[in-house]
């Protein structure tokens, strides 16, 4: 009777061992997307301000927005390519606003990254947590009059790399996100400062995004 015992014990403990990789794979399997590698589209918006003391002093933080497509959303490595914006008030020298509004400055680019993510499954949740870096294209102008003697051009284009962070939740392929973003900036001359030297467009931005999983 002892050993019956032992041995029924021994045979629940291994069938609890391997129901648990079923269910697992079971739930993968329900939440996996038709294209299995993951492939997703977003919207997003948030926050965003000047790095450098210069442009902080010149612009007040300001509204961002993207529209971003990720490809490997279910692997180690994903693509990303965006679409981003942005538009901060502005209070500059020699600047005034068309038809009594105030002047903005407001930018408009193309990045793309590389994401490097962990994705695990809880329950029917699939959360990522990720890093990610790449390279992009940023024009910055000024939507308002401008006389000869102010220190700010009405455009700049620049050279971006983006670099950040954030965590990922998809839910019956709906995907909900919050990022961190830092843009180190080159090829600046928008601004130029009292003793000649060009003022860094440097910024970061954060905010969350909506998008789906196909």
């Known amino acids: 009777m002892r050993t019956t015992t032992i041995l029924l014990a021994l045979a629940m403990t291994a069938g609890a061992a391997l129901a648990d990789p079923i269910a697992e794979e079971a739930v993968q399997a329900q939440t996996l997307p038709p294209s299995t590698i993951g492939v997703s589209v977003g919207l997003g ?13 010149a612009a007040s933080p300001g509204g961002a927005w993207e529209v ?3 490809i490997g959303t279910r692997k180690l490595i994903a693509v990303e390519a965006a679409y981003v914006g942005s538009r901060r008030n502005i209070d500059v020298l020699g600047v005034s606003g068309t038809d009594g509004e105030t002047a903005h400055i407001f930018s408009n680019g193309l ?33 308002g009059t401008l006389t000869a003697t102010s220190p700010i051009r009405d455009s700049d284009d620049l050279l971006v790399v983006p670099m950040g962070g954030g965590l990922s939740a998809t839910w019956n392929r709906i995907v909900l996100e919050a990022r961190f973003t830092y843009r180190a900036t080159y090829n600046e001359d928008l601004l130029v400062n009292s003793d000649g ?5 440097s910024n970061w931005s954060t905010g969350a995004l909506i998008g789906y999983e196909f």
């Open 111 to 143: 990045e793309g990254a590389l994401r490097l993510q962990y994705p695990y499954l809880a329950g029917k949740w699939m959360f990522q947590p990720f890093v990610f870096g790449g390279l992009g294209w940023t024009h910055m102008g000024v939507d």
């Open 45 to 57: 918006g948030g926050v965003t301000d000047f790095t450098g003391s210069e442009m902080s002093n």
């Open 68 to 70: 971003r497509g990720t």
């Open 197 to 201: 030297s060009k003022a860094s467009l």
